[in-house]
């Protein structure tokens, strides 16, 4: 991300769209596939309280993956519906302000490790997404993803 800054691509964007989430089932790893690409990432086992949301994308095959409890509270909000089949339920983006830039042509594939500890490749067209209040917190959002649930606000 410094990189990034340095040279002037890091922008600000905010997930709006809204998705599906349901509870996790303690001890479930959730893997993130995205279509036309495979398995992006695999979670940490879930813990009590944690959350499996499902992005509404078409593009990407609605890739799911899991948000522990703290964060699902603090980035979303249920919109009153009843849950529906399988548990899941649809949930908005509180909107939070985040830190992100596209990963360029120059800067090529890359390997980097996230924050629940496993290995993510990101390819051009990619977006790193930061959480501006906790640094460590980046992460790798196809760009299709990115196209379907973001809005750039800078």
């Given at each position: 991300m410094g990189q990034a800054?340095?040279?002037?691509?890091v922008s600000r964007a905010r997930k709006t769209k809204p998705?599906?989430?349901?509870?996790?089932?303690?001890?479930?790893?959730?893997?993130?596939v995205i279509a036309g690409e495979g398995k992006e990432t695999q979670s940490r086992p879930a813990e009590p309280g944690d959350w499996v949301v499902r992005?509404?994308?078409p593009e990407t095959?609605?890739?799911e993956?899991?948000?522990?409890?703290?964060?699902?509270?603090?980035?979303?909000?249920?919109i009153g519906k009843p849950p529906g089949a399988g548990g899941w339920r649809e949930v908005r983006p509180r909107g939070k302000?985040?830190?992100?830039?596209?990963?360029t042509p120059e800067q090529g594939r890359f390997k980097f490790v996230a924050p629940w500890g496993e290995t993510m490749v990101?390819?051009?067209?990619?977006a790193i997404v930061q959480d501006p209040e906790d640094p460590g917190d980046i992460y790798r959002v196809a760009a299709a993803a990115f196209a379907c649930t973001y809005d750039v606000i800078e």
């Open positions: 800054e340095a040279r002037g691509l998705v599906d989430a349901r509870p996790a089932r303690p001890g479930e790893a959730v893997v993130t992005n509404r994308c095959g609605n890739e993956y899991l948000v522990s409890a703290a964060k699902f509270e603090e980035r979303y909000a249920p302000v985040m830190r992100f830039f596209c990963v990101a390819v051009p067209g990619d």
